[in-house]
């Protein structure tokens, strides 16, 4: 038995057929993946869904969130087509929340050793977890980035949904290289949490700073393996099934340019997009704004597909900077317009040419400062 036709002893199957798609429609160009369909060997990207509320609540009803979500998906037009995508459907549930985490993953852990980006359409955001799990059983080192409104570390509620990130980032042994908070509200946050994330040298980016300028987020996106969403990081009009939400937040469009950010990402495993409740949605415009997220997603695939790996320098330009005595190199990306920076340990990490800028006026990038702290 193939290892997909064992992964979907986990998922429900998807009934495709219930309406027609023209031919430019992403819904007649997903693959859908089932026991007729299991060479998956050509896609870049996999859609998931996983429905379980129960972390959030124990009465929670399994959620039809992913269905809602796809339905807008397969109605947008399919730009890309060297991007290939499937969807192997729905995890499904559990006769125990344990049972469902567990099967998730599974799936998620075997496609990660294949190779493919996976998009979970959750469910409550304390699947974030399993999305970690995968890189902890396997005792790798990662970048994890988290879009939230808060903190998700409150451990005086006894709720592993308030505290889950507790688990992620304070178990021993630690697979965490660097972590960031993206987009957090102050006024909901504890602000010893946030000193606490300084001295581990994590970043914390208030919503109000990353509006100012999101072109400095996509290096942080770009060396994240793993990216998970809470949709309550967008504004409530923007997303009104966001009842658990802010009149603050990053708008629609924002969120497509940072989920288009980790789409171009070499290192990104998977990303999740949690706390979707359609019951309180308006209009279904919450599934048309979270579909749009997934397409921009997608249009991050497709540059990184056109990207030179770092090893041919020749498509890349080179400058040689030095500022307050340190000597570095910065490379741009003659295909994309991306840039690298030169650590002293050798290696490259990206930045921005904001950082670049910062080092030819002769001081130093807080990018570059923090990297080197994380390095001692």
Known sequence: MSTILELLNYTA????????????????????IDEQHTDIDDLDIILIGCGELRGQHPSLAYSNAADLVREELYKL?????????????????????????????????????????????GGSHDLTLQQYDVFRDQQTIIDFTVIDMLADLDDTTGNRYDNHLMEALTSSPNFVRHFNLVGFQSYYVNPNL???FDKLHFDCVRVGKAREDLE?????LRSSHIVSIDINAIRFSDAPANTLGSPNGFYGDEMCKLTRFAGMSTT?????????????DRENITAKLLAQMIWYFIDGVHVLK?????????QFME?????????????????????????PNGNFIPCSHKDYITACNN??????MREVERLV
């Open 319 to 343: 400058y040689q900077i030095t500022f307050t005595d340190n000597n570095t190199l910065f490379i741009k990306s003659k295909k994309t317009n991306r840039w690298w920076m030169k650590l």
């Open 13 to 32: 199957r998807l009934n495709h057929q219930d309406r027609e798609y023209m031919p430019t429609q992403l819904g007649n160009n997903i693959y859908i």
């Open 216 to 220: 400095q987020l996509e290096p942080v």
């Open 194 to 196: 946030i000193e606490t």
């Open 306 to 314: 056109n990207e030179s790996p770092l090893e041919e320098l020749d």
């Open 363 to 368: 001081e130093i990038p807080e990018r570059w």
């Open 268 to 280: 990104l495993s998977s990303m999740g997009i949690y706390g979707y409740m359609p019951e309180h």
């Open 77 to 121: 037009h399919y730009w890309h087509t060297e991007v290939k995508i499937g969807d192997i459907g729905n995890i499904l549930e559990g006769i125990t929340l344990g049972d469902t985490r567990a099967a998730l993953k599974t799936v998620l852990s075997e496609l990660q050793q294949l190779g493919k980006k996976v998009l979970v359409i």
